[in-house]
């Protein structure tokens, strides 16, 4: 949460104001798990559509138990 409340305040550059929004998805590994690369890459893909389903400007930390989305 601090991170995105850290990089969400408007700025200024060149006399324009900006904001930047950002959403973050977190996939674990559990210790010992034949979890391939790829498979970390989609478990992080479907938290980034579930935290965006919830409002964007969160986080999830993917979890296999959570009702899924279409992508």
């Keep these: 949460r601090r991170l995105i409340d850290g990089i969400e305040p408007p700025f ?39 935290v965006k389903d919830g409002g964007r400007g969160g986080f999830r930390i993917f979890d296999a138990d959570a009702p899924s989305l279409s992508a």
Excluded: H, W
């Design 12 to 50: 200024e550059l060149e006399d324009r104001a900006f904001r930047i929004g950002v959403s973050i998805c977190i996939a674990l590994s559990e210790p010992g798990a034949a979890t391939t690369a790829q498979q970390m890459m989609k478990n992080a893909d479907i938290a980034l559509y579930q």
